[in-house]
C-alpha cells in the first residue's frame, strides 16, 4: 500500500498570497496517477487536479500540480478567503487508492 | 450534467446492516466505474472499493473485503454499498464517485449518506 504523507498539517495565509502544500509518497506512483481535492466543511470532496499536474473542468488557473516519483506539491495563488478548505492528495495508479491525511488552509 | 443522488442518512444499532444507494445520471452508467470513499467525523477520505458497473465485477480495499458488499442495478442506473456486522467505528458518511478514466481520478461525486452506528 502507497502511504501519502501531506504536509503542513494546517497553512495559514493572507489574501493574496501564495500557498504550496506538499504530498510525499512512500513509493513512486506509477504514471504520476496523483490527483488532488478540495473539501470544504459539510461538502464533498472536488477534483482540482489529476494527472499531478492537468486542471479537473472548470478549476481555475490559480490551482497548479506539480512533481514526479515521490514528491508532489499543489500551489494556490492569489489566496481569496474561497480558498479555505481541506486539501487531500490521492494516488490512483495502485490498489489501494490511497488519501493523505489532508493539509487544512486557513485564509485570514 | 453529470449527477450522483444517495439515499438519506441512516441510523443502525451494532451488529445491524445498512444498504446505501447511489444513482447515477447525465451520463451513460456503463461506461465509468463507481468508487466508494468514506470519511469518519473530523477525519480523512478512505477509499472502500469500485464496481464496473457494465459487468458488475468489484474490487474492494482489503480491510473491506468479507463484510462489505457493492453491487449494480444497471436499469436503473444505480449502485449499492451494503455493509454487515456494523461497529461503532463504522460511523461515517460514505460517498460515492466516478472515477474519470480507467485508472482515474473521481471527478464528479455523491452529495454523501450518513451512517450512524448507535446503540
Known amino acids: 500500500e502507497i502511504v501519502l504523507t501531506q504536509s503542513p498539517g494546517t497553512l495559514s495565509l493572507s489574501p493574496g498570497e501564495r500557498a504550496t502544500l506538499s504530498c510525499r509518497a512512500s513509493?513512486?506512483?506509477?504514471?504520476?496517477?496523483l490527483a488532488w481535492y478540495q473539501q470544504k466543511p459539510g461538502q464533498a470532496p472536488r477534483l482540482l487536479i489529476y494527472?499531478?499536474?492537468n486542471r479537473a473542468t472548470d478549476i481555475p488557473d490559480k490551482f497548479s500540480g506539480s512533481g514526479s516519483g515521490t514528491d508532489f506539491t499543489l500551489t494556490i495563488s492569489r489566496l481569496d478567503p474561497e480558498d479555505s478548505a481541506v486539501y487531500y492528495c490521492?494516488?490512483?495508479?495502485?490498489?489501494?487508492?490511497?488519501f493523505g491525511q489532508g493539509t487544512r488552509l486557513e485564509i485570514k | 450534467q453529470v449527477q450522483l443522488v444517495q439515499s438519506g442518512a441512516e441510523v443502525k444499532k451494532p451488529g445491524a446492516s445498512v444498504k446505501v444507494s447511489c444513482k447515477a445520471s447525465?451520463?451513460?452508467?456503463?461506461?465509468?466505474?463507481l468508487q466508494w470513499v468514506r470519511q469518519a467525523p473530523g477525519q480523512g477520505l478512505e477509499w472502500m472499493g469500485w464496481?464496473?458497473?457494465?459487468?458488475?465485477?468489484?474490487v474492494s480495499a482489503q480491510r473491506f473485503q468479507g463484510w462489505v458488499t457493492m453491487t449494480r442495478d444497471t436499469s436503473i442506473s444505480t449502485i449499492y454499498l451494503e455493509l454487515s456486522s456494523l461497529k461503532s467505528a463504522d460511523t461515517a458518511v460514505y460517498y460515492c464517485?466516478?472515477?474519470?478514466?480507467?485508472?482515474?481520478?473521481?471527478?464528479?461525486w455523491g452529495q454523501g449518506t450518513m451512517v450512524t452506528v448507535s446503540s
Open positions: 464517485a466516478r472515477g474519470r478514466a480507467r485508472p482515474g481520478a473521481f471527478d464528479f
Open positions: 447525465g451520463y451513460t452508467f456503463t461506461e465509468y466505474y
Open positions: 464496481i464496473n458497473p457494465k459487468t458488475g465485477t468489484t
Open positions: 513509493q513512486s506512483v506509477s504514471n504520476t496517477y
Open positions: 494527472g499531478t499536474s
Open positions: 490521492q494516488q490512483y495508479g495502485s490498489s489501494p487508492k490511497t
